[in-house]
């Protein structure tokens, strides 16, 4: 495997827990955001490809960071993003900082504690909400720290939902070790057709947390200026608290935790509807929804 379009596993945009620059944000923008998920979908399945050593995934990694800065040849899988930047006059940071992350998975495969596995979202999920608010034009000290607890909880809720898959398939465990012990849960625990109550026990505190995070960044949508990025934001934020609520009553490993599309499609909808509601007084209701519980 000598490319990084040759470890893509065929994932794109629509197979993704949350939604991806759907139709409601303005098509003048999907287009950067969609050149993004392909740059960083790239990355993230090297990472994830189980044929490759860590050291061939690390160059194929730094060959996308090259083709992306210009500093190497160029990549099929990074031309769509690097023209997109060059556009909108946006530097590559946001993406290199994902392609750490990806460095991290390729080496890494247990966290020790919370405060770990909070450094690998840095790099794996916050770098996702800077670049959209970037393309959109948005004020970075108004929004980047809602959105950076808002992209935690996303990934976060992804390790959950996947934690037994990851484990079987990829022996890598997000769940933090010091909780897992605190519980009496062994790693091989995750590779069993239903969670034990101590894993169940893990998987409800984790995301309990997932929710304070999603309490953190709720004010979000009410400080974005575009509309259309306000009302994505504002369901794909409701979708997560079911999700992480979800997490503290059923088991990952043996059911799921998913609602059907339809339900959720009402969901996204109900909550985009809310928030175009409240944008003509959004500047006062900022302050206060910061205050409430999600």
């Known amino acids: 495997m000598t490319t990084a379009t040759e470890a893509r596993s065929g994932k794109s945009h629509r197979d993704e827990n949350f939604p991806v620059a759907s139709h409601l944000i303005h098509p003048r923008h999907r287009g950067p955001i969609l050149a993004f998920y392909t740059f960083v979908r790239a990355g993230d399945d090297v990472a994830d490809n189980g044929g490759l050593s860590p050291e061939r995934k690390i160059a194929l990694l730094d060959g996308l960071a090259a083709a992306l800065t210009g500093a190497g040849a160029p ?149 974005i200026e575009d509309t259309r990025l306000s009302m994505e934001i504002a369901a794909i934020h409701r979708l997560a608290v079911l999700l992480a609520r979800g997490l503290t009553a059923r088991d990952p490993l043996s059911e799921p935790v998913h609602h059907g599309k339809a339900a959720f499609a009402l969901t996204a909808l109900a909550a985009a509807g809310a928030c175009l509601a409240r944008r003509p007084f959004r500047r006062r209701l900022a302050p206060s929804i910061r205050g409430a519980r999600p």
């Open 75 to 223: 990549d099929p899988e990074a031309a769509p993003l690097k023209a997109a930047l060059a556009a909108r006059g946006l530097p590559p940071r946001h993406a290199l900082e994902l392609l750490d992350a990806f460095r991290m998975d390729a080496r890494k495969s247990r966290y020790a504690d919370f405060d770990e596995l909070m450094h690998y979202c840095r790099y794996s999920a916050m770098p996702v909400g800077r670049f959209v608010l970037d393309v959109h034009g948005e004020d970075p000290a108004a929004t980047w720290a809602a959105s950076d607890a808002i992209c935690a909880a996303l990934q976060i809720i992804n390790h959950l939902q996947d934690c037994g898959k990851d484990y079987a398939q990829l022996d890598r465990v997000y769940l933090p070790a010091d909780l897992l012990a605190t519980h009496g849960v062994e790693v091989a625990a995750l590779g069993a057709p239903r969670a034990s109550p101590g894993l169940r026990a893990v998987i409800g505190t984790l995301a309990h947390r997932c929710l304070d995070l999603l309490h953190e960044g709720r004010a979000l949508p009410d400080l």
